[in-house]
T-cell receptor, first 111, second 114 residues
Framework: QKEVEQNSGPLSVPEGAIASLNCTYS??????FFWYRQYSGKSPELIMFIYSNGDKEDGRFTAQLNKASQYVSLLIRDSQPSDSATYLC???????????FGKGTHLIIQP | AAGVIQSPRHLIKEKRETATLKCYPI?????VYWYQQGPGQDPQFLIS???????DKGSIPDRFSAQQFSDYHSELNMSSLELGDSALYFCASSLGGLSTDTQYFGPGTRLTVL
């Protein structure tokens, strides 16, 4: 049984600060790792993907992957109120395999 | 940029009826995935197709079936609908065949079963 664990929150962060979101996964065969943002009633929107150990930066977002610890994280710098959403961590074995999602972390950016 | 298209966006059905959801992937994408998201839940993978062949299977009930057509669009057929089938149904697409496939989600179909 593949499992992805996230702290459900809510995680409250002041505007302009760094938001740190964490995720652990159980399947050591997982190949690809994703962070999606989802607003209530809307579809998941891809924020970041990472395949190799280490850090990957894209604008205000940094994803970190540690396969030995089976740990993925997402840092959001200079947090904005528009970043308030549920952040879903997802993993897959690759190819056309389905994504296994965590239950999501509800992030609130306080103005 | 063109995105994944799903139709209909909203659907209301009675118990025991059937429903068909349609998904049109991003142009040139050859892999389609279906997910179900209940209220307050994370998306659950149902089934995927790569080059018109079933590729991976998740928690899809036997009452549901799906296929991918020659133009790569996909349809999810749901029969003997139950109240518990009320959910958001998302389709995602990717440019397949790689271990690094990135899935892009459509806007979803909200199914309500009365």
């Amino acid at each position: 049984q593949k499992e992805v664990e996230q702290n459900s929150g809510p995680l409250s962060v002041p505007e302009g600060a760094i938001a740190s979101l964490n995720c652990t996964y159980s399947d050591r065969g997982s190949q690809s790792f994703f962070w999606y943002r989802q607003y209530s009633g809307k579809s998941p929107e891809l924020i970041m993907f990472i395949y190799s150990n280490g850090d990957k930066e894209d604008g205000r977002f940094t994803a970190q992957l540690n396969k030995a610890s089976q740990y993925v994280s997402l840092l959001i710098r200079d947090s904005q109120p528009s970043d308030s959403a549920t952040y879903l961590c997802a993993v897959t074995g690759g190819g056309a395999d389905g994504l296994t999602f965590g239950k999501g972390t509800h992030l609130i950016i306080q103005p | 940029a063109a995105g994944v298209i799903q139709s209909p966006r909203h659907l209301i059905k009675e118990k025991r009826e059937t429903a068909t959801l349609k998904c049109y992937p991003i142009p040139r994408h050859d892999t389609v995935y279906w997910y179900q998201q209940g209220p307050g839940q994370d998306p659950q993978f149902l089934i995927s197709f790569y080059e018109k062949m079933q590729s991976d299977k998740g928690s899809i009930p036997d009452r549901f079936s799906a296929q991918q057509f020659s133009d790569y669009h996909s349809e999810l057929n749901m029969s003997s609908l139950e109240l518990g089938d009320s959910a958001l149904y998302f389709c995602a697409s990717s440019l397949g065949g790689l271990s690094t496939d990135t899935q892009y989600f459509g806007p979803g179909t909200r199914l309500t079963v009365l």
